[in-house]
Nanobody
Framework: QVQLVESGGGFVQAGGSLRLSCSAS????????VGWFRQAPGKEREFVAA????????AVADSVKGRFTVSRDNAKRTVYLQLNSLKPEDTAVYYC?????????????????WGQGTQVTVSS
């Protein structure tokens, strides 16, 4: 079994920054991707960013490109999502997920394991 836990969400004003963490425990995969998704009230879950286990490949949604950066620390079994220049429309619950998919996929169905999410709220 693999468990993922997100942290680092919070309340921030527009233009501010947050750093989200996704920590894994349990069964280890030799090769895997970690993706970030978000879901705002009344909207569908959408892809944000993803990274391959060794950092050799990343994917970022056009809506956040240039503002969000995904990275990882394998020793800590943690993937990070740096959120910069935040906008009110970034307000959502952010989820991390893991799966065996290369290159890192924007399709939620490619990810088998999901965290519980962390709330990001951006005020005007």
């Amino acid at each position: 079994q693999v468990q993922l836990v997100e942290s680092g969400g919070g309340f921030v004003q527009a233009g501010g920054s947050l750093r989200l963490s996704c920590s894994a425990s349990g069964r280890r995969f030799s090769n895997y991707a970690v993706g970030w998704f978000r879901q705002a009230p009344g909207k569908e879950r959408e892809f944000v960013a993803a990274i391959w286990w060794d950092g050799c490949s990343t994917a970022v949604a056009d809506s956040v490109k240039g503002r969000f950066t995904v990275s990882r620390d394998n020793a800590k079994r943690t993937v990070y999502l740096q959120l910069n220049s935040l906008k009110p429309e970034d307000t959502a619950v952010y989820y991390c997920a893991a799966g065996v998919t290369y290159p890192p996929s924007n399709n939620a169905r490619e990810y088998a394991y999901w965290g519980q999410g962390t709330q990001v709220t951006v005020s005007s």
